[in-house]
């Protein structure tokens, strides 16, 4: 390599000062539809709602195992923020975003976030997990595992997950095992080998899209957090057209939104119409695409599942008695 020089891309003024500039051009504070989560800027629709609601009342029912399936971009790694933020000191929690690991790997990750000791020694973490549980069990203290994007889990490490839960001594209830994922999780966990693990799931529960009023309020809502001025950026139209095209997609709706206030800004439009969000759509799509944009096809789970439990009304009242009670 030469010596001296500069090999870190660069981009040109205008490029990198655009999008700042845009906000100002609408008011704006900073940008309303940034791509990476915020746990300070959080929108919750009724299915979010119910959805936090299901996962906090998760850890105390003593199910031990909960499933959660949202379609990509619906908002599960949100909810999961959320949740994380809204957890008393006494919840020992290990959060695994990334599962492709090997078997070693898995349980060396599970150990550093408990606090526990790993030398390779399988046995020996088991013994020390099993111990964890016992003191949690003598102190009043939970354990929390959430497992995102478990649908790319083999199944042995699924297994694995499973006979964890088997190192609780009976009436102890302080393991809570939450497996998030995309809906591909249902066929994963339709396999032969894990009919054990589908037995003991004592809550399912899938994440739906945004409805159409849903998709205006979270854009005026993340326009608001932004600092805008005035809310009628987007007209009418426009947010009825952005939710068609994304079809009530959290991270579809950033992503037209963001290109349709750079495209507005370029082209001196304060009111961004029907037509610009087309427009937008236009040029992000992917060649080769069917669909404008690359929406996940519909979920064939039908909304919440409540194994061995009956009765919706009485269950919302338990959720939010339990929410109420440990989660003010």
């Not at 478990?150 to 694995?160: G, Q």
């Not at 759509?281 to 909304?303: R, Y």
């Amino acid at each position: 390599m030469e010596q001296g020089f500069d090999y870190r891309l660069r981009f040109p003024p205008s490029c990198r000062s655009r999008k700042r500039m845009y906000t100002k051009y609408y008011g704006l504070a900073r940008k309303p539809f940034a791509l990476t989560p915020d746990p300070s800027v959080v929108f919750l629709s009724e299915t979010h709602q119910e959805g936090l609601a299901i996962l906090k009342y998760g850890i105390l029912s003593k199910k031990c195992f909960l499933v959660l399936t949202a379609d990509v971009g619906s908002g599960k790694t949100t909810l999961l923020q959320a949740l994380v933020n809204a957890l008393e000191q006494d919840v020992h929690l290990c959060l695994l975003n990334n599962p492709i690991l090997h078997r070693d790997e898995f349980f060396s990750y599970i150990a550093k976030k408990l606090g526990l000791q790993w030398d390779g020694n399988k046995a020996m973490f088991l013994i020390e997990f099993g111990n964890l549980l016992k003191k949690c069990y003598e102190n009043d203290e939970r354990v929390l595992l959430i497992f995102d994007e478990a649908h790319v889990l083999p199944v042995d490490l699924l297994e694995e997950i499973r006979l964890l839960s088997n190192l609780e001594e009976k009436g102890q209830d302080v393991l809570s095992i939450f497996l998030v994922g995309q809906p591909e999780l249902n066929e994963r966990m339709s396999d032969d080998r894990l009919l054990p693990l589908r037995q003991r799931i004592g809550i399912r529960f899938h994440l739906h899209r945004f409805t159409q009023d849903e998709t205006r309020q979270y854009i005026l809502f993340r326009l608001r957090s932004a600092g805008a001025r005035h809310l009628n950026i987007f007209s009418e139209e426009a947010m009825a057209m952005i939710h068609k095209m994304s079809q009530g997609t959290p991270r579809l709706i950033n992503i037209i939104c963001d290109h349709a206030l750079l495209t507005g800004f370029a082209e001196s439009k304060p009111v961004i119409g029907a037509e610009l969000i087309e427009e937008s759509v236009d040029d992000l799509h992917f060649p080769g695409e069917e669909n404008p944009l690359p929406v996940a096809a519909s979920a064939k789970s039908g909304g919440l599942r409540l194994a061995l439990w009956g009765g919706a009304a009485l269950i919302g009242l338990l959720v939010a008695f339990v929410a109420w009670k440990y989660f003010r």
